[in-house]
């Protein structure tokens, strides 16, 4: 079976609409907190399947306190065997790691001058953001700004370099 748009649009809005029954009746089923129950699932019985091997490419994570990089994540294999390295701004490993935390760093970026340029001009205005980078070619693509990565819960090995990072935030 598969759907056209009209009808992917059609059943996406009546799951939704659906889900509502279990929400306060003045609530918008669109705009639901997201502690309501809601079923904003679709199922199809085609299997999403690719005909190419598709890498995603390095995600740098340029945690910035103040406008000032404080380390960068290079999250690596994204999707497959995602790892993560914590890396400063001269490329040198942070000491530090993650819980998927890669066994070798990555190659340093051609055009890592540029990534923390563009990270600080966007990070100057907040006293914390991650920047999230990508390197493609020769380009530099802003991903998205983060103002509360994992929702704090990250955990770093050794646990205190939680304390040391959050002390940076003033």
Not at 24 to 38: I, W
Not at 74 to 80: Q, S, V, W
Not at 141 to 169: A, Q, R, S
Request: proline content about 6%; some cysteine.
């Amino acid at each position: 079976m598969s759907l056209r748009d009209d009808e992917v649009g059609e059943t996406i809005h009546n799951t939704m609409d659906s889900s509502s029954a279990n929400a306060d009746s003045s609530v918008d089923c669109h705009a639901l907190p997201c502690d309501k129950a809601r079923n904003d699932s679709l199922d199809s019985t085609q299997p999403l399947e690719s005909t190419f091997a598709y890498k995603a490419p390095t995600d740098y994570k340029c945690h910035t306190f103040s406008g000032k990089i404080s380390h960068i994540t290079a999250i690596l294999d994204k999707f497959i065997n995602q790892t993560e390295i914590a890396m400063d701004t001269n490329w040198r490993k942070m000491p530090f790691d993650f819980e998927k935390k890669a066994s070798v760093p990555p190659a340093k970026p051609h055009n890592l001058t540029l990534i923390i340029n563009i990270a600080q001009a966007l990070a100057s205005p907040f006293s914390y953001v991650r920047v999230d980078l990508y390197l493609i070619d020769s380009s530099v693509i802003v991903g998205e700004l983060t103002f509360t990565p994992t929702g704090g819960t990250e955990k770093f090995t050794p646990n205190e370099w939680d304390k040391k990072l959050g002390d940076l935030w003033r």
